[in-house]
């Protein structure tokens, strides 16, 4: 994914990539406000199958207030998403780079709060290959 942070799991089941993906952001100071099934949300309204498919909205509570002070157009993008698929290979892992901030408000002081939620983000999602 172009603009993207990817990581990819292999040798786990589905829950278990989960839940290491969920440790993983704790670790760097995210916590999950939102959590999307969207295999089950898609069976349920459309009766559709899709692969096992999960968002997980994080938020690092300090990042974010820093975003929201310098632009509070900043909400709009928050939390950071990070989506958990099942491909061929393994269990898929990817978050949008919060880079994209800067580009999105054209405000460059937000630049030092999107390097460090990028760097966690990186951190979060290169710790998951250990």
């Known amino acids: 994914m ?3 942070i ?3 799991l292999t040798g786990i089941p589905f829950a278990a990539a989960a839940e290491k993906v969920r440790a993983a952001l704790a670790g760097q100071g995210f916590g999950v406000l939102t959590e999307i099934d969207m295999t089950a949300t898609l069976r349920a309204k459309l009766g559709v199958e899709l692969e096992d498919y999960l968002v997980l909205g994080a938020c690092n509570p300090p990042i974010a207030h820093r975003a929201l002070e310098a632009d509070r157009r900043i909400g709009l993008l928050l939390p950071c998403n990070v989506v958990l698929r099942a491909v061929p290979e393994g269990i898929l892992v990817e978050a949008m780079d919060p880079e994209l901030m800067v580009e999105f408000t054209g405000r460059p002081e ?5 390097d460090e939620a990028a760097g966690r983000l990186r951190a979060a999602l290169g710790s998951l290959a250990d």
């Open 2 to 4: 172009a603009n993207g």
């Open 110 to 114: 937000l630049a030092e709060v999107a």
């Open 6 to 8: 990817t990581a990819t």
